[in-house]
């Protein structure tokens, strides 16, 4: 796959894994789609680092096998963390 190929990919992986957190976490989220999959991809790279430190293949697992349900199930966990501390810091703003 290219890098054009990948980069699609990622976005794709991106917005599901972030509706799939937003449709997961209580509460209203006040954030458009291209935030959404932003903080899907990020969230998306969280997980697989928590899949790292606990002895998975971590971001490599990621790159390699981007559909698994385990790397889903990873990616969903790191968009939330990352949805939870976007929402935090964007709290107080009008």
């Known amino acids: 796959m290219g890098l054009i ?3 699609i990919s ?3 992986i991106g917005a599901i894994i972030g509706l799939l957190a937003r449709a997961i976490m209580p509460g209203k989220q006040a954030m ?3 935030m959404t999959i932003v903080l899907g991809v990020i969230g998306a ?3 697989g680092f928590i ?5 998975g293949n971590g ?7 981007p559909w698994s349900i385990g790397t889903i199930l990873l ?6 963390i990352v949805m939870a501390i976007y ?3 964007t709290k107080n703003r009008a």
Do not use: C, E, R
Request: proline share 0%; hydrophobic share 60%; glycine share 34%.
């Open 75 to 80: 990616s969903i966990v790191g968009a939330i």
């Open 5 to 7: 190929g990948l980069i």
């Open 51 to 55: 899949g790292g430190l606990f002895g």
């Open 32 to 34: 458009g789609l291209g």
């Open 45 to 47: 790279i969280v997980g």
């Open 59 to 65: 971001i490599g697992g990621i790159m390699d096998n």
């Open 10 to 12: 990622w976005i794709i």
């Open 87 to 89: 929402g935090f810091a």
